[in-house]
Every structure is written in structure tokens, then in C-alpha cells.
């Protein structure tokens, strides 16, 4: 089941999502539908890993115009365009370890 293979798929897979979620008007579900031919030929492990990484990867990349230029890339991330961009801009650069990084208090900046 688990090979060296599906990993590779499935970081081809992220990165083709996050091309599809920043491009305003490619959203992640248009990402698995235009990428599913692909996986016709494939095992299904491997078919399933490359979709369920266009998705997440999507999901992810909607985010990044959305808060860098407040432009959805995808309908998951209106609400984040949405708010105040200044305010959104300044959280991101003072912020931007919080996600990355497993702490036990929380972040001074943001509260999160």
C-alpha cells in the first residue's frame, strides 16, 4: 500500500492544488475534476492520494489572494478577503511562524 510512489503523488497533487487555488476563478473541486483523467490509469491508492492533495492544496491556496490582494481565490476563502486587509497583512507578517510552529502559550500577536 504504502510506496515512495504515492508520496510523490501526492506532493505533484499540493502543488498542482495551490497553482489551482491561488488562480482566481480555478477553485479545488475544478482542480479534481480538470486532474481525475490522470488518475485512470493509476493504482487506486495513488489516484485517491493526487486528488486528495489537489483539494487540500486548493483549499490552501484560495487563502493566499485572499490575504495578500483580498481576491478569493476560491469560495472557501471569501470570508478572509473579506476582512480588514491592514490589519490581515500586519497579522500575516508578525504571525507567520504560528501555524508552523507547536507552542504552549499562545502566539502574543494574534492569540491564536
Not at 487555488?21 to 487506486?44: D, E, H, I, K, R
Not at 491556496?61 to 491592514?86: E, N, V, Y
Amino acid at each position: 500500500m504504502f510506496s515512495v510512489w504515492t508520496i510523490i503523488v501526492n506532493i505533484i497533487g499540493v502543488v498542482a492544488g495551490i497553482i489551482f487555488g491561488f488562480l482566481p476563478g480555478l477553485s479545488a473541486t475544478m482542480g479534481v475534476a480538470l486532474l481525475m483523467p490522470f488518475t485512470f490509469n493509476m493504482a487506486p491508492v495513488e489516484g485517491i492520494s493526487l486528488l486528495l492533495g489537489v483539494y487540500c492544496g486548493g483549499i490552501y491556496g484560495g487563502s493566499i489572494t485572499a490575504i495578500l490582494i483580498r481576491t478569493p481565490g476560491t469560495p472557501a476563502s471569501a470570508a478572509t478577503a473579506s476582512a480588514d486587509s491592514k490589519s490581515s497583512i500586519n497579522k500575516l507578517h508578525k504571525c507567520a511562524n504560528c501555524g508552523r510552529i507547536a507552542k504552549q502559550s499562545p502566539c502574543e500577536h494574534c492569540g491564536t
